[in-house]
């Protein structure tokens, strides 16, 4: 059996920890590591890594490594922040929403988003009238996320309170109490962090975005795909109530744990063109990512976001060890070892 060395040259992919320090795959014993080191001895480059899985942080750049590895030792899963999921989705659409390609999209809900904080000509990139959800730029878990009701508190009053969080005119402390000044029910979501304000935290590291409020959920899901980016795990979500969370979008559902009929067809949700065009979605998405699946009450379908990184609360086990495994096989068969 022949020891492979494998380093998830990530700062955040937890997911993988679902196989531990060490797994067999097919004829391999794999060992996992993250810190990607080279040598130089006997006159060679020698790394303390046979492949490489990568989220596009770079972290084997920085080491100074990315330019010295084999390419097809280094597969990169890119981390996308919010925005630019949705302007490659949209993207997507575009390209294949016609005749031609059956209109795979015809049902699609595209979200508008934007990125923060005071933009030029925000005021009329976005409708001053509907509810929007803001939320980090980047991250998972529902944390950080604002509900604003133009009609309870100003849109304008919110980014200038959040831009003031980024460039380090308003304390963590103050920003709530400062919105709820304007509106005493202002929704923030809190039910996926794991420290107090780390959503805000997060907002004021990263930067924030605007997208639609989607009125009128029925339904969301959440999918995980395979090494291929085909959907290989759907899971249907409970949306909570109001008086629970908030609001249902993303944040105000959980998935639930993995029993009954909570796990379902993909197949049993969308059918034709529909399932074809989030196919091909998933595809674009890529490998090992969890999606954010909605349905609205009209039967139209879109994706809140996705993330390479996710967590495990609800798959099973043994769906989670197999997709990574396929996964870490297919790369030390296409490195050639």
Not at 32 to 45: C, K, L, N
Request: one cysteine or more.
């Amino acid at each position: 059996m022949k020891r492979i060395n494998a380093v998830v040259a990530t700062h955040a992919m937890n997911n993988w920890d679902v196989l531990g320090q060490g797994v067999v795959v097919g004829d391999y014993e794999v060992y996992f590591h993250r810190d990607p080191r080279m040598s130089i001895q006997d006159g060679r480059v020698r790394f303390n890594f046979d492949v490489v899985v990568d989220d596009g942080s770079l972290m084997i750049d920085k080491m100074k490594l990315h330019h010295l590895v084999p390419p097809r030792r280094v597969h990169t899963i890119k981390r996308y922040n919010k925005v630019e999921q949705q302007m490659r989705l949209l993207a997507l659409v575009e390209l294949n929403n016609d005749e031609e390609n059956g209109f795979l999209f015809k049902n699609f809900y595209p979200l508008t988003m934007h990125h923060n904080p005071q933009m030029n000509g925000f005021s009329q990139l976005i409708n001053p009238e509907r509810p929007v959800v803001i939320k980090p730029l980047d991250g998972a878990r529902g944390i950080g996320q604002f509900l604003v009701d133009p009609a309870m508190i100003p849109l304008t009053v919110v980014v200038d309170v959040l831009d003031g969080l980024v460039r380090g005119r308003v304390e963590i402390d103050d920003v709530l109490p400062t919105l709820r000044k304007f509106d005493p029910t202002f929704e923030y979501a809190t039910s996926g962090e794991r420290e107090e304000n780390e959503g805000l935290h997060a907002i004021k590291s990263q930067g924030f975005c605007i997208q639609d409020y989607v009125p009128k959920i029925k339904l969301e899901y959440r999918l995980l795909t395979g090494q291929d980016g085909e959907i290989a795990y759907c899971q249907r979500r409970d949306i909570r109530s109001k008086n629970n969370t908030g609001f249902a979008q993303a944040t105000g559902s959980e998935a639930n744990s993995a029993k009954g009929d909570d796990i379902v067809s993909i197949r049993d949700v969308l059918s034709g063109s529909d399932l074809q065009g989030l196919q091909e979605m998933a595809r674009l998405v890529g490998p090992l990512s969890s999606i954010d699946l909605f349905i609205t009450e009209d039967e139209k379908w879109g994706i809140f976001e996705y993330c390479n990184q996710f967590g495990m609360k609800g798959v099973p086990i043994q769906l989670a060890q197999t997709l990574h495994s396929e996964m870490i096989l297919s790369l030390i068969k296409r490195a050639g070892l």
